[in-house]
């Protein structure tokens, strides 16, 4: 009796395809495949098979690929994601199955160089000074051989000329070095001793417990979050769980919410492990990215640290998940399959049978509700590492001490700056908007520099001389003359963006080095890297920086943190504004005084007594969380409800708005459920497409997923370039 194959491929399609498996093949759920799809070959993976009586009209699979197999926590993963975000499995498919591209780039041949036994034709000194270094027969790279003798590079080059030195292909570094759980580390503080086996004692892989404590022996699998203050040191409490988990011979998985969060976490990992681990994001690429892809299926790389995507790697023996940051948006994928990480985190974990370790100084709402209601597990720590005080916060009303016209920092924060620098510390100045200025208008007609594609002002970014779009990236020259008067020296920028304050520092500190770290400054990652680097170590006294700064970096000579606008989150119609601004000014106050001088924050509002800012000066976190959980209860926000959006975009305004109003006539909701809409979205038009929102608002117990299908299936056909996305627990308003 013939065998069929259910074959799932990595394309928007929500079903397999059957296919029949010819004589001599042997497959097997979760086998990597090729078959017929049309005129062409594609790749697919085995999602079922089944004995059947039929079959004969069916095409056969074309054969099974050398990869490896799919294991069936990973399927189960797929299809969670799917059932639960309403993408197309296959969409889902393709976050998991990333095969080798044929035609990336190989990775960079390493060459050294080392003596051979032909003597110099042209002795002299400098290349005797070569050879006395080189006469020890081992591999050198060019560079380190000149650096190591004290001569220039064309001294070596000349010595490889004249066959005195012979090249030779180094082999590849290893994408994944195994740490070393047992590497001499820094003690860890009682309070960190002491959360380290609060965490990892219910593990499943934990070491055996004394005879005489049988109660040891039990296992918990709830995810855990581990909460502290910003400086407790939560990243050496789990680098403890990572160890046992290394012990035990399991892989662990360290999801990091920025990439440029991952450059210095590295370091700190080798300090700890003895080597970095394998670092997987979206900077990695060619061949080097196939070589990690399989050392992490075979079980070769022990610890992997990396962007959401790396929640889908094939792990052959995964033992432990660490969120890091949980709280963090960067989390939640907006386009394609609209997934949280730290979400599907706890599933992976679930699936696996692997604990999840979720941290943060300022956990989402509905993380501390889980912890709370006893889903999760909760393990704090309550006090900074070594006994240091977190930093005074006080506000500066700006009502009342306005600053200078035409500048932004207020005479307090200009005071308090200046006295950090005499003290010789570092001081950072913080503002969460990138760029010059947010807003460029002509002062002789009003003309607005907007967008060509987006319903969004172009923010002026003087350092590239462009008016750029943070929407879709369409950028500009920056015009000498109106360009809807012609008149000149009338375009004014109008507020402040990181750009403008690093030039009013400048002004008012010009004998001070100031260094502005924002995420779309020329260089990219390495750049970030070494001025973050050169931050911690004391390189610069004024830092200025978006919320780029806030996450996690640790900077010992930093003692005062000024937030210039921490009003400017809180007027906005997001349901999360309150959560999300506390969380972001209390992480960046955080950055001060980590080291061994205290620390003082000073922040500029034009409302000091509203309910964040005077939770964030009084210190009372618990008095916030405690309002914040209140009001989502009695509104029936998430966690205490859910939230879905349908977000319909058209070329057309008038073809989006029609489809929109179209699906609000079919939706008739049942007890439970409320649909808003639709209503022009924020961010109305975006990369020339118009935008309307649909919100559906239901109780806790409601299917939410069922309710959608049924709707999408009774409402308007998708027609032309009309299209739908559907986003379960939006993380986004716009």
């Known amino acids: 009796m013939p065998i069929v194959a259910e074959i799932l491929i990595p394309l928007a399609l929500d079903t397999p395809y059957s296919y029949v498996v010819p004589a001599g093949l042997e497959l097997a759920a979760g086998d990597v495949v090729q078959v017929p799809l049309g005129p062409r070959e594609i790749v697919g993976v085995v999602w079922g098979l089944a004995e059947t009586a039929g079959g004969s009209n069916l095409r056969p699979v074309t054969g099974r690929l050398p990869y490896p197999p799919l294991s069936e926590p990973l399927r189960s993963l797929v299809d969670w994601i799917a059932r639960y975000t309403l993408a197309p499995k296959g969409s889902a498919l393709a976050m998991v199955l990333r095969l080798p591209d044929e035609a990336a780039a190989a990775e960079t041949v390493r060459v050294a160089v080392r003596i051979t036994d032909k003597p110099p034709s042209r002795p002299t000194p400098a290349r005797t000074k070569v050879l006395a270094v080189a006469m020890d027969g081992a591999l050198r790279g060019k560079s380190a051989l000149a650096k190591e003798a004290g001569v220039s590079l064309s001294v070596v080059d000349g010595l490889i000329d ?22 001499p580390r820094t003690p860890l503080s009682p309070a960190q001793a002491e959360a380290v086996a609060a965490l990892i004692e219910p593990f499943p892989w934990k070491p055996s417990p004394p005879a005489d404590r049988p109660e040891l022996a039990e296992t918990d699998l709830r995810p855990v979050l581990l909460e502290g203050v910003t400086g407790s040191g939560k990243t050496e409490v789990y680098f403890e769980a990572v160890a046992a988990c290394i012990r035990a011979g399991r892989q662990a998985l360290i999801l990091m919410p920025e990439i440029a969060l991952t450059a210095q976490f590295l370091d700190r990992f080798a300090a700890r492990f003895g080597v970095r681990p394998a670092a997987w994001h979206s900077g990695i690429g060619g061949k080097r990215r196939e070589r990690l892809r399989a050392a992490v299926a075979e079980g070769e790389a022990l610890v992997v640290v990396g962007a959401r995507s790396a929640l889908f790697l094939p792990f052959a023996r995964l033992g432990l998940i660490v969120v890091d940051e949980e ?45 709370a209601r006893g889903r999760y597990r909760h393990v704090r ?48 100045l913080f503002l969460n908007r990138r760029g010059y200025a947010p807003l ?48 000149f020296d009338n375009l004014t920028a109008c507020g402040p963006g990181v750009e403008r304050i690093a030039e009013e520092a400048a002004a008012l500190f010009p004998d001070r080095r100031v260094v502005v770290l924002s995420s779309d400054f020329p260089g990219g990652a390495e750049r970030l890297r070494q001025e973050l680097d050169a931050v911690a170590a004391g390189e610069c006294d004024v830092v200025i920086g978006t919320q780029l700064v806030a996450k996690g970096h640790n900077f010992p000579f930093l003692t005062l943190v000024g937030v210039l606008d921490a009003d400017i989150g809180l007027t906005s119609g997001d349901p999360r504004a309150a959560e999300r601004t506390f969380q972001l000014l209390q992480q960046v106050t ?6 061994e001088k205290p620390g003082r924050a000073l922040v500029q509002t034009y409302q000091p007594d509203h309910p964040v800012i005077a939770a964030l000066l009084s210190g009372d976190a618990e008095r916030f969380y405690a309002e914040e959980i209140e009001a989502r209860e009695a509104a029936g926000l998430p966690p205490f409800g859910r939230l879905a959006a349908l977000i319909v975009s058209a070329s057309e305004r008038e073809v989006a708005e029609a489809h929109g109003q179209a699906l609000a006539r079919a939706a008739e909701p049942p007890e439970g459920v409320m649909v808003l809409g639709p209503a022009e979205a924020p961010l109305a038009l975006v990369r020339g497409r118009y935008r309307f929102r ?35 627990d939006p993380q986004s308003f716009l």
């Not at 300022?362 to 993380?367: G, M, Q, S, W």
């Not at 943070?470 to 012609?486: I, L, V």
């Open 162 to 183: 004249d066959g005195v030195l012979e090249t030779v292909a180094v082999e590849p570094e290893p994408v994944a070095p195994p740490p070393d759980p047992d590497f």
């Open 327 to 371: 709280h963090e948006t960067a989390y939640k994928q907006e386009d394609g399959v609209h997934y949280h990480a730290r979400d599907m985190a706890v599933v992976r974990g679930r699936l696996e049978g692997c604990p999840v370790v979720l941290t943060s100084a300022t956990p989402a709402i509905e993380t501390r509700v889980n912890a």
């Open 381 to 428: 720590l309550p006090e900074r590492f070594g006994g240091r005080r977190l930093p005074d916060i006080a506000a500066v009303d700006m009502r009342l001490d306005q600053p200078e016209r035409g500048r932004f920092l207020s005479p307090p924060l200009v005071s308090a700056v200046k006295h950090t620098l005499e003290r010789g510390e570092q001081a950072l």
């Open 440 to 487: 460029t208008l002509c002062r002789a007609c009003g003309h607005r520099y907007q967008c060509k594609n987006c319903s969004t002002w172009l923010v002026e970014h003087r350092f590239r001389r462009a008016l750029v779009c943070h929407q879709c990236g369409y950028a500009e020259r920056r015009p000498e003359a109106c360009t809807e008067c012609g008149t």
């Open 590 to 595: 955080g950055r001060a005084g980590r080291g």
């Open 694 to 728: 649909l919100l559906v608002k239901t109780e806790r117990n409601v299917d939410l997923q069922g309710y959608l299908r049924a709707w999408i299936a009774r409402g308007p056909k998708v027609r032309g370039n009309v299209r739908v996305a559907i986003d379960v």
